[in-house]
C-alpha cells in the first residue's frame, strides 16, 4: 500500500541534544510538510517542500531545520531541543495541484502516523 | 491569531442520531475546506471537503455545509456510529496547497 511512514514513533532527547525524525513515503507526492502539533492543539505548518526548493513558514523557529535528499525521504532537524519543542510531528505528502489546474475536489494532504518527541 | 477555529473541545453522540461538529474561519481568500479524521496512534486522514463556491457536499453518512457569509462551516453525520468516534480537524486551504487546522473536536459515538 502506499503510504507515509515515520520513524521513530516515539523519540525522546535531552534538552539541548540534536535530533532528526524522518519521513519517508511511497506516494511519488512532489510535496512534502512538516507540522508540529502540541497537545489540544492544530497542527501547525513548520515548513513544505516543493520538490526540492523549501518553503520556510515565517514564524518556524532558527531551532528547526529540515533536509529533503530525494523525492521519497525529508527530514526535520531539531538542532537545540528545549522543553517547548516537546510535541507531536506529522509529515504529510501532496501532489503539486498547481500543475494540473484547479483540482476537482481540493488536493489533499496524506499523512503518516506522527513522530512524538520528548525532551527530558 | 486562529484562523480557523474548533470552538468545541468535544461531542458525545448516541449510536444512530446525527453528529455536527462546527467550524469557524476567519479568512475569505480560503478556496477550500476540508475535514480530517484522526484515530489514535494513527495520523489525520481525509474525509470530505468542499469548494469555497458551493454549500454542500455529501459523500455517503457525510455531509458538509458552508456558509460564506458566516464564514461558517459543519460536518454532519447520519447515522452515526461506534466507529466515528474520533478526533475531527477542520482545515481551510491557502494559495497553494496549504492547509490551516483547527483545534480538533474529539467526537464519541456512544452504543
Known amino acids: 500500500d502506499a503510504m507515509v511512514i515515520q520513524n521513530p514513533r516515539y523519540q525522546v532527547t535531552q534538552f539541548g541534544k540534536p535530533v532528526t525524525l524522518s519521513c519517508s513515503q511511497t506516494l511519488n507526492h512532489n510535496v512534502m510538510y512538516w507540522y508540529q502539533q502540541k497537545s489540544s492543539q492544530a497542527p501547525k505548518l513548520l515548513f513544505h517542500?516543493?520538490?526540492?526548493?523549501?518553503?520556510n513558514e515565517a514564524d518556524t523557529p532558527d531551532n528547526f531545520q529540515s533536509r529533503r535528499p530525494n523525492t521519497s525521504f525529508c527530514f526535520l532537524d531539531i538542532r537545540s531541543p528545549g522543553l517547548g519543542d516537546a510535541a507531536m510531528y506529522l509529515c504529510?505528502?501532496?501532489?503539486?495541484?498547481?500543475?494540473?489546474?484547479?483540482?476537482?475536489?481540493?488536493?489533499?494532504?496524506?499523512f503518516g502516523p506522527g513522530t512524538r518527541l520528548l525532551v527530558l | 491569531d486562529q484562523q480557523v477555529k474548533q470552538n468545541s473541545p468535544s461531542l458525545s453522540v448516541q449510536e444512530g442520531r446525527i453528529s455536527i461538529l462546527n467550524c469557524d474561519y476567519t479568512?475569505?481568500?480560503?478556496?477550500?475546506f476540508l475535514w480530517y479524521k484522526k484515530y489514535p496512534a494513527e495520523g489525520p486522514t481525509f474525509l470530505i471537503s468542499?469548494?469555497?463556491?458551493?454549500d454542500k457536499n455529501e459523500d455517503g453518512r457525510f455531509t458538509v455545509f458552508l456558509n460564506k457569509s458566516a464564514k461558517h462551516l459543519s460536518l454532519h453525520i447520519v447515522p452515526s456510529q461506534p466507529g466515528d468516534s474520533a478526533v475531527y480537524f477542520c482545515a481551510a486551504r491557502e494559495y497553494g496547497n496549504k492547509l490551516v487546522f483547527g483545534a480538533g473536536t474529539i467526537l464519541r459515538v456512544k452504543s
Open positions: 479568512n475569505s481568500m480560503f478556496d477550500y
Open positions: 468542499i469548494s469555497s463556491i458551493k
Open positions: 517542500y516543493y520538490d526540492k526548493d523549501f518553503n
Open positions: 504529510a505528502t501532496s501532489r503539486d495541484p498547481g500543475q494540473r489546474g484547479l483540482p476537482r475536489s481540493g488536493e489533499t494532504q496524506y
